[in-house]
């Protein structure tokens, strides 16, 4: 007598149920908005999509947005890193206080952001009268409006640097005092390099910060067409004129764009945890 044993059946792959709840919330919420941009992107096909990025306008928004961005990206690399490493390395009265401030702009509303800097570098802010006689005036023109992204994306590069000079194991620093190099040497040679990860990072997040920025930058711009007109701006502005396609070809390459910027992102991060940076 021979027996046979029934197969085991097999086992499906389910979705657990928060997973489901998950992607019910997100679809909505995140998923189908970013999806529009793209399906409205394309209802006019490709000649029309070129056709809408081809603009003089639109041409100077995203040509503009990429200086700007890459501008603040560069300055605050320094300015951030900086920063970091004096509220890092060094003990000082005030130091909490100024570590929460640094960090403000991150709680501030961006439109208070931009009416801080018309207070102070408008025609008739604290320091903006004293200039509009000499004929400087920082408002209403590109350095207004690098200003106001260096503000708003200054947390973002601390947020990077920072926690790595916080945990850099300072026996390395010593052995470089203790060979005859001083402090500037010893930051290039040993601390600079440690910093590169996070540098990139900082300066990932600050790029891609910059180049939606819109609540302070529409404040101290004044949204001049073909002079101060962010690609953000001219979204809007077009959309207030009810030139939909113009203004979702451009959204349509700031969400690219972004995709690219937080997959490297992404990337960078995933293998400074296999690294154990």
Do not use: C
Not at 111 to 139: A, E, F, K, N
């Amino acid at each position: 007598m021979t027996f046979t044993h029934a197969s085991a059946p097999s086992r499906r792959p389910t979705i657990p149920v928060p997973v489901v709840i998950l992607l019910t919330i997100l679809l909505p919420l995140l998923f189908m908005p970013l999806a529009a941009i793209f399906i409205f992107a394309g209802t006019s096909g490709l000649d029309g999509f070129v056709a809408a990025l081809g603009s003089q306008d639109a041409q100077f928004a995203l040509r503009f947005s990429f200086l700007i961005a890459f501008t603040t990206a560069a300055v605050n690399s320094v300015l951030g890193t900086f920063v970091a490493y004096v509220l890092s390395k060094y003990r000082f009265w005030g130091r909490e206080a100024l570590s929460i401030i640094v960090n403000l702009p991150v709680a501030i509303p961006t439109v208070v952001v931009g009416t801080s800097l018309l207070l102070l570098w408008g025609p008739i802010g604290l320091l903006g009268r004293l200039l509009d006689p000499l004929g400087l005036q920082p408002m209403f023109a590109p350095l207004g409006v690098l200003l106001a992204h260096l503000f708003v994306t200054l947390p973002y590069m601390l947020g990077a640097v920072k926690p790595v000079l916080d945990e850099l194991d300072v026996t390395y620093e010593e052995a470089a005092y203790t060979i005859g190099a001083n402090r500037w040497q010893t930051f290039r040679l040993v601390i600079l390099p440690a910093l590169r990860g996070g540098l990139f990072s900082g300066a990932l997040l600050t790029f891609a910060h910059s180049l939606g920025e819109f609540g302070a930058t529409v404040m101290v711009s004044g949204n001049l067409r073909l002079r101060t007109q962010t690609a953000p701006l001219y979204i809007f502005a077009q959309f207030e004129a009810g030139n939909v396609e113009a203004a979702n070809a451009v959204a349509a390459v700031l969400a690219g764009l972004s995709f690219v910027l937080f997959f490297v992102l992404l990337r960078l991060t995933r293998a400074q945890s296999k690294r154990g940076v």
